[in-house]
């Protein structure tokens, strides 16, 4: 098997479906000892995608004055997200067949972002309300991961200044009552390559 420092591939943006292609490149990849763990950072066009768990009754508006917003499908866990410009992707593709711990790979995505809102100033914790990453009842980040032969992939969505209107047209990850919020609405105006920087930082310290 390969094994090699933790890689990082950049995306300026990407369709949904092409990312989650890419992906399904790199399971197979690291499944095969082709490569080993990667980190995807992208933003893609806005877009609904519903987890295994979700409801389309958990979409509750599609048209927007700036944006149409397209649904998709997908295989990870959990409910309905959006994802737009403004918002931070990042698709950890990790190789869990040693550990074998899924629910410690969730929480060292969650701490990634915790660390990064940490060096930002900001107090990010978990919740007992749900997987994903919060200040105080807002939700900044959510979180879905999918499992394959013990290779993880998908990841965390780290709103930074997305256009958060658009999370009105879904029921954010099943709850009614769980405001989302952005680096932006809480005062933290930072550019993507820097706040890239501190994400990665923070990723290759667990893997």
Known sequence: MVTVTLRVIRHERQDYPESV?????????????????????TEHPPVFTLGTSAQPSDVLQRHFDDADVAVHDTGRGGEVTYHGPGQLVCYMIADLREARDLHRHVQ??????????SDLGLHGERSPRGIGVWLGNNKIAAVGVRCRRWITFHGIALNNNTNLNHFSGIIPCGMRDAPVTSLRHEGVMIDRPTLEGHLIHHARCFW
């Open 21 to 41: 292609q890419e992906q399904e490149s790199i399971v197979a990849d690291l499944l095969a000892g082709r490569c080993g763990n990667t980190l995807i950072i």
């Open 108 to 117: 060292q995505l969650e701490a990634m972002v915790i660390n990064t809102l």
